[in-house]
């Protein structure tokens, strides 16, 4: 059974100088990152073929920028704790690291839950008005 008292205690989170990971996590967090790289990298590359809808196409445009970049932090933090650097191999990184990405996450979710719907709303606004003003006249 996998006992979870070593990584409730804050000495495992905050020593600055920790003992190295075990290899079954070193292996799942390099594969994490990287995947995490090329999903940013495959999402954009969807973002940019959706030409006909402006708003999916910056949703997935924000999806992969939180991909791609926090993929990158999180392989560096990998290899400073690889390494057993001093202070930037310390655990408590990858928790900054969570904190950041639920917040972009949070983000990206009121975007679209929010933002795009409000964007819309004005979009179909103003074209509702602006079928009512006149046009100049085409020569």
């Not at 509702?128 to 003003?133: R, S």
């Amino acid at each position: 059974m996998f006992d979870l008292r070593p990584i409730i205690k804050p000495s495992f989170w905050f020593d600055l100088d920790p003992p190295a990971l075990t290899a079954g996590f070193e292996q799942f967090f390099f594969i994490f990152f990287a995947l995490m790289v090329i999903l940013g990298a495959i999402v954009r590359i969807v973002a940019r073929k959706h030409k006909e809808d402006r708003y999916v196409r910056q949703v997935f445009s924000r999806i992969a920028q939180l991909l791609f970049t926090m993929g990158t932090l999180g392989l560096i933090v990998y290899f400073f704790s690889f390494e057993g650097i001093y202070f930037l191999g310390a655990r408590f990184w990858f928790l900054l690291w969570l904190a950041g990405t639920i917040t972009w996450g949070v983000f990206i979710w009121r975007y679209i839950k929010v933002t795009v719907p409000e964007m819309k709303e004005a979009a179909a606004n103003k074209a509702e008005f602006n079928k009512y003003i006149p046009k100049k006249k085409k020569k």
